[in-house]
């Protein structure tokens, strides 16, 4: 079992950055890939980004490529998102997610571990 635990949500003016952080606890000794999604008002949930094990390879929804970067810190069992030129329509409920493995998938099903959610609010 693993607990995610996000942070780092808030309001922010449309052009400006935030950086969200996810936490992990628990049986942090396996190997997982962590996602990134959100969920606007009225929306369903969509995927922003992934991150393999080794931090090597990510990939992103075409929405965000060239402005949001995930890394990840194994030896602190965290993982980050870093939000730059946001619009507002990034605003959402920010979620990560983690799944058992090295292969990365942008399939929200895939994921078994799920954090409450962090608030972006980006006004314009």
């Known amino acids: 079992q693993v607990q995610l635990v996000e942070s780092g949500g808030g309001l922010v003016q449309a052009g400006g950055s935030l950086r969200l952080s996810c936490a992990a606890s628990?049986?942090?000794?396996?190997?997982?890939?962590m996602g990134w999604f959100r969920q606007a008002p009225g929306k369903e949930r969509e995927f922003v980004g992934v991150?393999?094990?080794?931090?090597?390879?990510?990939y992103y929804a075409d929405s965000v490529k060239g402005r949001f970067t995930i890394s990840r810190d194994n030896a602190k069992n965290t993982v980050s998102l870093q939000m730059n030129s946001l619009k507002p329509e990034d605003t959402a409920v920010y979620y990560c997610a983690a799944r058992r493995g090295m292969a990365v998938t942008a399939e929200a099903l895939q994921y078994a571990y799920w954090g409450q959610g962090t608030q972006v609010t980006v006004s314009s």
């Open positions: 991150i393999n094990w080794g931090g090597d390879t990510t």
């Open positions: 628990g049986r942090t000794s396996s190997v997982y890939t």
